[in-house]
């Protein structure tokens, strides 16, 4: 079951990853834009971890500054036809995100669902 998981995570990630470098092709900006976020996201980590007595006012200045990218993000992505989440992962499930267990730790409400496809997909994958 794990593996059916894997395969099914793996594939959206994989289509996630060809879009983005097909809308990174076309729109160059974004792909800065996400580098700057990961920077972005990057600092706020240092700060977080620092014993810094202003790391509250640092990390709400990249948060803003992260919040205004993002906005710039989705205002060219719209500007050119895509929707402002066209570059997530689309997972099967948004609860566990196609891992079969949710926050919790329990076993998804997808879990019966995806077990008779992951059972036909193990025996197809054993022929």
Request: aromatic fraction near 6%; include cysteine; proline fraction near 1%.
């Amino acid at each position: 079951m794990h593996r059916y998981y894997d395969k099914i995570r793996k594939q959206a990630e994989a289509e996630a990853n060809e879009k983005k470098e097909h809308v990174y092709s076309l729109i160059p900006q974004v792909r800065e834009i996400d580098e700057e976020l990961r920077l972005c996201g990057m600092e706020m980590s240092k700060i977080i971890i620092s014993g810094s007595r202003d790391k509250k006012q640092l990390a709400a200045g990249y948060k803003s500054k992260a919040a205004r990218l993002s906005g710039q993000k989705a205002a060219l992505l719209t500007e050119n036809g895509y929707s402002a989440d066209c570059m997530d992962t689309k997972y099967r499930c948004e609860i566990c995100r196609d891992s079969g267990v949710d926050d919790n730790g329990e076993r998804c409400v997808c879990f019966k669902e995806i077990q008779n496809e992951a059972e036909a997909w193990l025996i197809s994958s054993k022929k």
